[in-house]
């Protein structure tokens, strides 16, 4: 878990919305397992609001795998981090125009 950013204010986020649940997931959690693989794994993310942050490759990956798992394009958010900016997503219709 250390390579996530700030989960202690995702914790007080998700204690003060019941309709908020976090799941974090790193290789380490699961015996250096796939993380998006785990992810789709430990949660049923079809259903959700899909939030990845990451390099571009990692983002690129998780949106078709999210996608060939069934989450709706609309749900599906990224954040491309490039080491030294953020790029959010576009809106989802350009994004499934770009992948």
Partial sequence: MSDLYDLPTLRGLEAAHRWLT???VTPEDHGGDDVLGAALRTARLAEREVYVCGPP???GYAHGAL???GVPASRIHIEEYDGGRYLPSPTPAAVNAVR
């Fill in 22 to 24: 976090v799941v974090p």
């Fill in 57 to 59: 490759a990692l983002t």
């Fill in 67 to 69: 996608a060939a798992a």
